[in-house]
């Protein structure tokens, strides 16, 4: 047999085996070396054109790393819209995190946009892969059909419409204060993170235009914001041991949060408080086995009260130690740390539970945060 004809029939085996591995797997025979590079590793593929199809390249010196990859360059394409958007919803962010850093803002607009890019990838398929032998590199197409992605993330937006429309409506009808303060809440994250598809919607059609939604998030925030200033006042009485710096710390933390707070529980001049939020704050020295140190423990015990029904809606306890050189230093330490926690997570807490977001404990079911036995302990100085 001459070696023209060997090499004729080795083609022929090829070509067998490529069409038995087209027709069992969605990776074609380029990856084996059979073909000569793809027009697709720089860019460009006639068998997914621009119109019908997004596509991302990735490569890496093993076949999972550069899917991963192709993966990655699928969604920094959506990532850059959700966040050339985030402008329209700054006011949002600030009611969110009103006078929190940059950094907190920029927290809140990455969980959405992960939330909202997640559910765009799941429309994202690796159509083919090829190894370059010469430079030891594996290549990896991500393909994502325009319409079939558009009409799932349609289907997501149509139901958020509805949801958004939902809470709006009973928002505006209802004469419960805190209901309404929570169906506001709700109706404008989920605008949010509708606005955020409504960016991917962009992306996705080759026309670059979204859906608009028939409301608009900064309308939405800036009603619950002047609800909150108008309608609803929180009271805040701290007692204890250096009560005055914690009450303006939970203070301080509560107005962040977007609430309206005072430390008056009786009518006055101006509206009456909804809630209070009452409890007391305790710090002690205690005996721990370190030569070089002196520990303070603090503990402290919330409730947090309907105050037209006289009644406890929930419970917040927090409590910890600290150490320094000297008791005085460590209870300096403790106060610093005490007055952090409650701006932040006691606040955080209590605020989540007036927006219907996440509900306190029950008084009778949470755990003291000063334990009784040690009632007698000397309070530190």
């Not at 070696?3 to 085996?17: H, I, K, P, S, T």
């Not at 990838?121 to 083919?128: A, C, H, S």
């Not at 503990?299 to 929930?314: K, W």
């Amino acid at each position: 047999m001459t070696c023209d004809r060997r090499f004729a029939l080795w083609q022929a085996g090829m070509a067998l085996g490529c069409l038995w591995l087209v027709g069992t797997s969605s990776v074609s025979c380029a990856w084996l070396g059979g073909k000569g590079k793809p027009g697709w590793v720089d860019g460009a593929s006639l068998e997914y054109p621009s119109a019908q199809y997004l596509i991302g390249v990735g490569q890496a010196d093993n076949r999972a790393n550069a899917s991963d990859q192709a993966y990655a360059a699928v969604a920094r394409i959506f990532k850059a819209e959700v966040a050339a958007q985030a402008k329209d919803w700054e006011s949002y962010l600030v009611v969110e995190n009103r006078g929190s850093s940059n950094t907190e803002r920029r927290l809140t607009l990455d969980n959405v946009t992960k939330v909202s890019t997640d559910k765009v990838l799941e429309n994202v398929r690796i159509m083919d892969a090829w190894y370059d032998s010469h430079k030891g590199l594996h290549y990896v197409l991500a393909v994502m059909n325009r319409p079939q992605a558009e009409a799932s993330l349609m289907e997501r937006m149509s139901a958020l419409d509805r949801t958004v429309e939902e809470d709006v409506t009973e928002s505006r009808q209802t004469t419960d204060k805190l209901a309404k303060i929570r169906n506001l809440r709700r109706a404008a994250r989920n605008l949010v993170l509708r606005e955020a598809y409504n960016a991917d919607l962009r992306v996705i059609r080759p026309s670059g235009q979204g859906t608009a939604a028939v409301y608009r998030v900064n309308e939405l925030s800036n009603e619950l914001e002047q609800f909150l200033a108008t309608n609803l006042v929180v009271a805040v009485q701290v007692s204890g041991d250096h009560a005055e710096p914690i009450q303006r710390a939970l203070m301080e933390g509560l107005i962040r949060e977007g609430l309206h707070v005072t430390t008056k529980t009786a009518s006055g001049e101006g509206m009456s408080p909804e809630l209070l939020v009452r409890g007391t704050v305790r710090l002690f020295p205690i005996e721990v086995h370190d030569p070089q140190f002196k520990y303070v423990r603090w503990c402290s015990d919330f409730d947090v009260v309907e105050m037209a029904a006289q009644r406890v809606v929930g419970a917040v306890a927090r409590g910890g130690k600290e150490g320094h050189l000297t008791e005085r230093e460590a209870t300096a330490k403790t106060l610093r740390v005490i007055q952090q926690e409650f701006s932040s997570d006691v606040a955080k807490a209590i605020a989540a539970h007036i927006y219907g977001e996440a509900a306190l404990p029950a008084s009778a079911a949470m755990p003291a945060g000063c334990p009784r036995e040690e009632s007698s302990a000397r309070p530190a100085r």
